[in-house]
């Protein structure tokens, strides 16, 4: 079956570090892959959208990667802040509709 | 410029209840996508209105329907509620592509007792 898995469900990183997530992605091959970052009780917000021949997007202090061959993506956030504590989204469409993994909650420990 | 917006914030309802969410998209919007997300997951996709009609849907029985208005707002509808249906009910807009970048409501919290 297709399963979109998120690397752990929560991440503490101290502040000033660099924050990784990860997904993969098996039994199907997205052309594209979007971020989204989720604040409780609010809806996604669009961070980064990756396509498959792309191996790295970046914006301000996000990185994101795409290895089609290992079917995951990465997502960095540098120089964290305390700020960027949320829930982050991995979204690989699939037969053209957006499939959200379940999430990783980032906690930036000042 | 208003982004999307979705009333209401909140609705407790009876099981067994019927339920009407709305959403208006952002504007120059015209695709509509409904989610489902329950407490500790990732949004679960429901469907998907362009151009009235129902362009695509989710894992969702047929309790679930919708309906998009000339104006690009749609609709929501669940019958025969269950507790299970108790999540936080989100409206996303894009644009034609449908599949790409996704504007979101805040929301609709729905409790069902």
């Known amino acids: 079956s297709q399963k979109i898995e998120q690397n752990s469900e929560a991440l503490n990183i101290q502040e000033g570090k660099t924050a990784t997530l990860t997904c993969n992605y098996t039994n199907y091959s997205p052309a594209y892959l979007q971020w989204y970052r989720q604040d409780p009780g609010r809806g996604p917000v669009f961070l980064l959208l990756i396509r498959e021949n792309e191996k790295e997007k970046r914006k301000e202090r996000l990185k994101v990667t795409f290895d089609t061959t290992l079917k995951q993506s990465l997502f960095h956030i540098t120089a964290s802040q305390p700020a960027d504590s949320a829930t982050y989204l991995c979204a690989p469409p699939r037969d053209d509709k957006i499939i959200f993994g379940k999430g990783t909650r980032l906690h930036i420990l000042p | 410029d208003a982004g999307v917006t979705q009333s209401p914030t909140h609705l407790i309802k009876t099981r067994g209840q019927q339920v009407t969410l709305r959403c208006s998209p952002k504007s120059g919007h015209d695709t509509v996508s409904w989610y489902q997300q329950a407490l500790g997951q990732g949004p679960q996709f429901i469907f998907q209105?362009?151009?009235?009609?129902?362009?695509q849907r989710g894992n969702f029985p047929d309790r679930f329907s919708g309906h998009q208005f000339p104006n690009y707002s749609s609709e929501l509808n669940v019958n025969a509620l269950l507790l299970g249906d108790s999540a936080l009910y989100l409206c996303?807009?894009?644009?034609?592509?449908?599949?790409?970048?996704?504007?979101f409501g805040p929301g609709t919290r729905l409790t069902v007792t």
């Open positions: 209105y362009y151009e009235e009609e129902e362009r």
């Open positions: 996303a807009s894009s644009g034609a592509s449908g599949a790409y970048e996704q504007y």
